[in-house]
Each structure stands twice: as C-alpha cells, then as structure tokens.
C-alpha cells in the first residue's frame, strides 16, 4: 500500500471507530448504516461534494459549513455528522471515501455480514442483485452485502469481490484473455 493511501486509511479507521462506537452506544447503527448508504451515494453522485472535500483551496471554515448543509439536508445521523464537522475542522474530509468503507465493514462485521464489492455494465435489477446474493451467502456461508457499481466498459458480466477473492466474468476480461492467447499464436 503507497503511504498516501496508508495515511488515509490509519487517519479514516479511527475517526470510523469513533462514529461507530457512538452510534453502538446509542443504538443507532440501523441509522448509521442508512447514512453511510446515503453518503456514499451522494458522493458518488456530485462532483461538487467530491470537490469540496479534496481541494486545498477551499477554507476549513467553508468546508465545515459545506459538510453541515449536506448533513443537514441529508438528514445524517448526530453521530455521523458531528464526526464529518470534526473532521473537516481538522481538514480530514479528504479521506471520507475511507471512512464510508470502514463504517461499511465495523457495520457489516457486528451484523455478522460479508460485503461484496460488485461492478457491472448495467445496473442490477432487485431480482439480480437477490439472486447473487443469496449465490454468494452459500458460497460465503454468511449474509452478503452487496456495494454495487456500473462499469460500462466491462460490456458484459460481472466483477465480484468478496473479501480477497475476486470473479471475473466480464466480457472485457475474456476479450482480453483472446487477444493475449491470439498474440502468443501468431
């Protein structure tokens, strides 16, 4: 791991502790988890947020105020957003992507579940996305999360990966595989 990412990542497991902790505590962890979702979505969603929480110009002041409106407009559990204000006065937001990963797997740990990280060129339909995972909870033998993202450049299949384990079904992989196996030929 590159010692930027090692940074973030020490610096996002102890603020997600904290949040998760707290929200253990007070018995909000079905909150916690409907906010961690939401957030992850907004920040998937808005390259503004994304912006504002990675820019060195922007001031703590504005983004502390940025991250209030977002939580506040969300809806964010206490918790949650007194830990986003925190760390923005602390100019930390910068590892929220992170921080939405550890509280995805302090959460998905304490209700015994496994996440599985699922990319596909469509979007999954809610028969799909049951379907695989009650596929991967026989495989896993636990309940299985799915975080799933569209790629379309895979134009087929799907890239599973629970844990270390990774599948590759995609159309682009096997493409690959042909054209590698075809230069080896000729």
Do not use: C, W
């Amino acid at each position: 791991m590159s010692e930027p990412a090692s940074i973030s990542s020490g610096i996002a497991d102890r603020y997600a502790t904290a949040i998760f902790e707290l929200s253990l505590e007070n018995k909000k962890l079905n909150d916690l988890e409907v906010g961690v979702d939401g957030l992850a979505a907004a920040l998937d969603a808005s390259a503004d947020l994304r912006e504002v929480i990675s820019s060195p110009v922007i001031s703590r002041a504005d983004q502390g105020k940025a991250i209030t409106a977002v939580a506040d407009k969300m809806g964010l559990p206490t918790e949650l957003a007194q830990g986003l204000g925190v760390m923005a006065a602390k100019r930390r937001l910068f590892v929220l992507p992170h921080l939405i990963a550890q509280l995805r797997a302090l959460i998905a740990e304490e209700k015994g579940e496994v996440s599985a990280d699922v990319t596909s060129a469509k979007a999954l339909t809610k028969t799909q996305n049951d379907k695989l995972a009650k596929t991967l909870k026989a495989r896993v033998g636990k309940d299985v999360k799915i975080n799933a993202t569209v790629d379309e450049s895979l134009i087929g299949g799907l890239i599973v990966k629970v844990g270390s384990k990774m599948i590759d079904t995609s159309i682009r992989s096997k493409l690959s595989s042909l054209q590698s196996s075809m230069k080896e030929v000729g």
